[in-house]
C-alpha cells in the first residue's frame, strides 16, 4: 500500500525529532505530540505545509517540557 506524500512526510518529520531528542524525550512522547499536534491540522484546507508546521510545534513543545 503506497502511503500518501503527507503521511510520508510526518513519519519522516517524526523520526528526524525521535533522532533529535533522542536520550532526553521517549520516542512515544515524540510519536504522541506529532499525532496530536497533527490531529489539530485536520481541518486544514491546505495541506501542504502541514508536515513542516506540526515539526516545529513538536519541536517547541518538548524543547519548553510541555
Known sequence: MTQRPEATQLR?????????FEGRVPAGRVTSEVQAVAAEFSG?????FVPILVERAVTERLRSGV
Open 44 to 48: 486544514a484546507k491546505v495541506r501542504t
Open 12 to 20: 519522516n518529520a517524526e523520526l528526524s525529532l525521535i533522532r533529535k
